[in-house]
């Protein structure tokens, strides 16, 4: 069983940073892709980026190119996901989530086995 504990979020004006942390703890797939996606009030929960863990490859959304850069530290077990020029278009709650093997889906939130509880990230002026 794999645990996904995520920290950060919080509070910025537009323009600001934050960054988003994702220990994870239990399993042993021999790869795996991490991923964030995002839920909005009222909207479906939605891609953001993701990250091949053995490889370090990566994809992002369009509406985070740019401004958003997925990150992992194989040694820390922790993916990261920094988050700059923020936009109030990007408050929302930010989930990391697991699936085994090297393909990234990013329509196909079934495909991901483990999920973080969620923090919630706001944009305001």
């Known amino acids: 069983q794999v645990e996904l504990v995520q920290s950060g979020g919080g509070q910025v004006h537009p323009g600001g940073s934050l960054k988003l942390s994702c220990a994870a703890s239990?399993?042993?797939?021999?790869?795996?892709?991490m991923a964030w996606f995002r839920q909005a009030p009222g909207k479906e929960r939605e891609f953001v980026a993701a990250?091949?863990?053995?490889?370090?490859?990566?994809y992002s959304d369009d509406s985070v190119k740019g401004r958003f850069i997925i990150s992992r530290d194989s040694a820390k077990n922790s993916g990261y996901l920094q988050m700059n020029s923020l936009k109030p278009e990007d408050t929302a709650v930010y989930f990391c989530?697991?699936?085994?093997?090297?393909?990234?889906?990013?329509?196909?939130?079934?495909?991901?086995?483990?999920w973080g509880q969620g923090t919630q990230v706001i944009v305001s002026a």
């Open positions: 989530a697991v699936t085994s093997g090297d393909v990234i889906y990013t329509g196909a939130k079934g495909r991901y086995d483990y």
């Open positions: 990250i091949r863990w053995t490889s370090g490859s990566t």
């Open positions: 239990g399993g042993s797939f021999s790869t795996f892709v």
